[in-house]
């Protein structure tokens, strides 16, 4: 069965930054998009930024130079680097990967509060 670990969430103050990896196992066919979503409570999930396998990627206006999503595709692993952060960005972030099939990791969550 197919499995996302996703590490890398905690508390961190306005401006900090945090990485978040999120790798893929078990995974034998081609994973075409990797991307990270969030859900703030009270909130629908939204997109925040996505990777294709040819390494084309895709951000939500709100996270657009500050965020930086990258893949490294020999370990099916995707990482979102986060600088700046803002409270609005608290949320609970999900990996996803796409691959014919879709599969949400478990989650992580990220606090931005002084």
């Known amino acids: 069965q197919v499995q996302l670990v996703e590490s890398g969430g905690g508390l961190v103050q306005p401006g900090g930054s945090l990485r978040l990896s999120c790798a893929a196992s078990?995974?034998?066919?081609?994973?075409?998009?990797m991307g990270w979503y969030r859900q703030a409570p009270g909130k629908q999930r939204e997109l925040v930024a996505t990777?294709?396998?040819?390494?084309?990627?895709n951000y939500a206006d709100s996270v657009k130079g500050r965020f930086t999503i990258t893949r490294d595709n020999a370990k099916k692993t995707v990482y979102l680097q986060m600088n700046s952060l803002k409270p609005e960005d608290t949320a609970v972030y999900y990996c996803?990967?796409?691959?014919?099939?879709?599969?949400w990791g478990q989650g992580t969550q990220v606090t931005v509060s002084s």
């Open positions: 996803n990967v796409q691959y014919g099939l879709s599969k």
């Open positions: 078990r995974i034998i066919y081609r994973i075409y998009v």
């Open positions: 990777i294709t396998d040819a390494g084309s990627t």
